[in-house]
RNA sequence: GGAGGUUUGGCAGAGUUGGUCGAUUGCACCGGUCUUGAAAACCGGCGUGCCGCAAGGUACCGGGGGUUCGAAUCCCUCAGCCUCCGCCA
């Protein structure tokens, strides 16, 4: 949630700023500066009110004490009208509050300078790319009709068991799986992040933190008995670590890390996005967080990508990285990579990862600040990216290394998975 | 799931026959005196949000609600933690 402050403050480099998501945010911005001023006036007034109130119930102590009973009751009839007016002003006072944090988490993060404007996907800036995507081979498989033939993934199984977007790895695709999540996992311990297996279901409480909740709630799964929420992604338990923290100085960055399954309801998803591994409603993932210092958070943004990279080339596939325009980035995001690997055999890139900057976004509905050399407290910044989510990776791993007998595993994976083919 | 206990500022820990308690004290921390330097000792400071140019005011003793002129202290409710019992991987 946009901080209060910088409305204040910046309000039209706010607005010039939310355009590049081509919105106009103009009413909502202008709704939290009159709600706001409309709760300042009435607890300025509540507050001397309730002064008067506090100084007449003192009053009405001493008096009690030294056992002038009648003067107290003649005060005590004073206080009915202040007692009165005080239940009034802060009725006032609760409701300009609500009104105005109601709006204020309608307002989506403002992008960063250095985010384009633009609308869709196309408006999105290549800023890198490591090998050519290939022309479509004429026999290259698509990663679906390899999983079956190989043995590796089933489908069906799943939808028998559970429902379509919930498959089986077995045999080979179920190692491959699991040496893709050490070979992550190790990656991020050497690049110094502390591991952690967080918890699969959250409450309310951790969804506002990270901002799934409100609004969002329907891409997620909710257990209503006991209203939990079954994790989109480990950014909402790992970044919620950090929810009403006040961290000191020496104490940033925070690098922390974790594999856990993601569930997605996926509502309104359809067509051939959804085939295979390319959307599901449960799947793997590595979730890289980072805390950090207001000033050092892009530097660290940077880190990110690089360590992202490092995955995608150890496992030797065609990527590019964009940043992502104003139209295409999260709601939460001040500026978000993402990653594509080309699919020869579906023609299409795939996004395997998406690294962004929350700047305070996060750190002020997670409450987590840190207490600066002034002694002051101050909002973090948070980051996190997918190093790596596993299916569309594996999809693309599947499709990439393919050759006529089955599929090569990159050298740097082999060690993980304890084979370097897999073979009909 | 049942019974009981408990929840106070970074930590420890007072305060529950309601009344200058936002809260004693110790530790930690910051500044100063002393010292060649450090330690010790001594002096001072030391929670957070909001309103206010400021002085200052106001709110917060797990969350929410209530009683009262007045609540950390009484009542209701929810949650966390601890102990015992039950059930169970």
Redesign the pocket.
Known sequence: MLTLQSLRDHRDDVLSALAKRHIDATAMVDGVLSK?AER?SA??E???V??E??????Q??GL??EGKKEEAEAI?NR??GL?AKSAELKEAMDQAEAQMHALLVQLPNTPADAVASGKTPEDNVETYRNGEPSPAGGDAKPHWDLAKELDLIDFDLGAKVTGGGFPFYKGKGAKLQRGLIRFFLDRADDAGYTEYIPPLMINADSGFGTGQLPDKEGQMYHMPEDDLYMIPTAEVPLTNIFRDV?LSADQLPQKICGFTPCFRREAGSYGKDVRGLNRLHQFDKVEIVQVTHPDESYGTLDTMVEHVKGLLEGLELPYRILRLCGGDMGFTAAMTYDFEVWSAAQERWLEVSSVSNFETFQANRLKCRFKDADGK?KWVHTLNGSALALPRILAALMENHQDHQGIRIPAALVPFVGFDRIDA
């Open positions: 706001d300042r607890q300025t509540l507050d001397h309730l002064s109130s506090n100084t007449l119930s003192r009405i102590g009690m004490r005590k206080t009915a007692k006040v407290n």
